[in-house]
């Protein structure tokens, strides 16, 4: 049986050698480039079709969902390697913490299963991992390929997220990326040390407190809202328990103001 890492320790992970951990803004593309198998595409506009005409236009053959979907971000895995995609026209806070939200995947999701799954039962797995071959009835009898995806993986991010919040399941495996995205570029226990130095200089605002997170580490503010919110009514309750659901909750509230201040420009209009 897999025991599930924390998200301190794949950032941690992730970071290590690459001399990029002790400054902030944290350089994630740089590290992705020297750290994973993964190409980072950014397009002006990005929609499953959109994403599934890139691949088919490079004959890149994977089973993608069909659909219209607008998308912040997808991810396309197969045999250890993938393709990251990001929605260039999003402002850059935004691509960032969609980047981080997929690498999150790439590490959690698809490649540290996959390591620990060859690492016990040997090389030849990689075939059965890749969709290449079927699992044989030993290697099915080892119970561990329940929980793993074969063959290729892929992961869409919405704009909206409204087409996952009736599958708990899937709720819960985006609020640990969620987790995993923030602890890889604003760690926790940097984000209690910048809140502890700046309470002790002047009391501020939860608004102008999440704004000052958010020009620190070039994230969205609300990745930061309901974590600042719930810190400093719970302070015995751990990091982690705070973030948990709640990036994802203010995200989803952050996409629906803005839908509604665009609608209400179109009714001006």
């Given at each position: 049986?897999?025991i599930?890492?924390?998200?301190?320790?794949?950032?941690?992970?992730?970071?290590?050698?690459?001399?990029?951990?002790?400054?902030?803004?944290?350089?994630?593309?740089?590290?992705?480039a020297?750290k994973?198998?993964?190409?980072?595409?950014?397009?002006?506009?990005?929609?499953?079709?959109?994403?599934?005409?890139?691949?088919e236009?490079?004959?890149?053959s994977?089973?993608?969902?069909?659909?219209?979907?607008?998308?912040?971000?997808?991810?396309?895995?197969?045999?250890?390697?993938g393709?990251?995609?990001?929605?260039?026209?999003?402002?850059?806070?935004?691509?960032?913490?969609?980047?981080?939200?997929?690498?999150?995947?790439?590490?959690?999701?698809?490649?540290?299963?996959?390591?620990?799954?060859?690492?016990?039962?040997?090389?030849?797995?990689?075939?059965?991992?890749?969709?290449?071959?079927?699992?044989?009835?030993?290697?099915?009898?080892?119970?561990i390929?329940?929980s793993?995806?074969?063959?290729?993986?892929?992961?869409?991010?919405?704009?909206?997220?409204?087409?996952?919040?009736?599958?708990?399941?899937?709720?819960?495996?985006?609020?640990?990326?969620?987790?995993?995205?923030?602890?890889?570029?604003?760690?926790?226990?940097r984000?209690?040390?910048?809140?502890?130095e700046?309470?002790?200089?002047?009391?501020?605002?939860?608004?102008?407190?999440?704004?000052?997170?958010?020009?620190?580490?070039?994230?969205?503010?609300?990745?930061?809202?309901?974590?600042?919110?719930?810190?400093?009514?719970?302070?015995?309750?751990?990091?982690?328990?705070?973030?948990?659901?709640?990036?994802?909750?203010?995200?989803?509230?952050?996409?629906?103001?803005?839908?509604?201040?665009?609608?209400?420009?179109?009714?001006?209009?």
């Amino acid at each position: 049986m897999m025991i599930n890492p924390t998200p301190e320790i794949l950032a941690q992970e992730f970071w290590a050698g690459t001399g990029l951990d002790s400054t902030f803004p944290r350089e994630l593309e740089r590290a992705l480039a020297l750290k994973l198998p993964l190409a980072l595409v950014k397009l002006p506009l990005l929609s499953m079709a959109v994403v599934r005409s890139w691949l088919e236009r490079r004959r890149i053959s994977v089973p993608f969902p069909s659909g219209q979907e607008d998308l912040c971000g997808c991810l396309v895995a197969y045999r250890e390697h993938g393709i990251i995609f990001v929605c260039g026209a999003d402002e850059a806070a935004e691509q960032r913490f969609t980047l981080a939200h997929e690498v999150a995947h790439f590490l959690r999701d698809y490649l540290w299963p996959r390591q620990q799954i060859v690492q016990k039962l040997g090389e030849n797995m990689r075939e059965v991992l890749d969709g290449l071959r079927p699992a044989t009835s030993a290697e099915r009898a080892a119970a561990i390929l329940s929980s793993v995806r074969l063959g290729a993986h892929i992961h869409l991010l919405p704009r909206f997220g409204t087409d996952e919040e009736g599958d708990a399941v899937v709720m819960q495996i985006e609020e640990r990326a969620d987790a995993l995205a923030l602890e890889l570029v604003a760690p926790h226990r940097r984000i209690g040390a910048f809140l502890q130095e700046r309470a002790s200089h002047t009391p501020s605002s939860l608004e102008d407190t999440c704004a000052a997170l958010a020009a620190y580490f070039v994230l969205p503010a609300y990745a930061f809202t309901a974590i600042v919110r719930d810190i400093c009514r719970q302070p015995s309750v751990s990091f982690l328990a705070d973030i948990t659901g709640t990036v994802r909750r203010a995200r989803e509230e952050h996409c629906v103001r803005i839908q509604r201040e665009d609608s209400h420009a179109d009714t001006e209009d």
